[in-house]
């Protein structure tokens, strides 16, 4: 499976599925279809991230980086932030935040340090 070619925005169904939302983004699948495959309803760990995206066949680099502003961002980006309350999993693609939280922004949403990893675009 390839990354989609334009991301529709998800709002995470729970405050705890916000990795679930970020790789349903991604993928094109269902959030549940997303929650069978990383096995939980819960938070996802950058574990569990890593390895739905290699079975979703989702290209990325492996190497974390951090991010201070938007120009430090790739194209497309699984972002992790720690925000006010806790770690959130967030999506950067093609200039626009797709935040389970959030929605749709400009900037990335609130968060004191922001850390991402590269999603390779689909091969032409």
């Given at each position: 499976m390839a990354v989609v070619e334009n991301p529709k925005h998800i709002y995470e169904?729970?405050?705890l599925?916000?990795?679930?939302?970020v790789l349903s983004m991604l993928?094109?699948?269902?959030?549940?279809?997303?929650v069978a495959l990383v096995g939980t309803e819960?938070?996802?760990t950058l574990k569990d991230m890593k390895s739905a995206l290699i079975a979703l066949g989702i290209e990325f680099e492996n190497e974390r980086k951090q991010a201070f502003?938007?120009?430090?961002?790739?194209?497309i980006a699984m972002l992790s932030l720690e925000t006010p309350h806790c770690w959130h999993w967030s999506l950067?693609?093609?200039?626009?935040?797709l935040d389970p939280e959030y929605g749709v922004l400009e900037s990335f949403?609130?968060?004191?340090?922001?850390?991402?990893?590269?999603i390779k675009p689909n091969n032409k």
């Open positions: 169904p729970t405050p599925q916000c990795g679930q939302a993928s094109g699948k269902s959030v549940e279809e997303i819960r938070e996802t502003d938007e120009s430090d961002l790739p194209q950067y693609f093609k200039g626009k935040f949403p609130p968060s004191n340090r922001r850390y991402y990893w590269e």
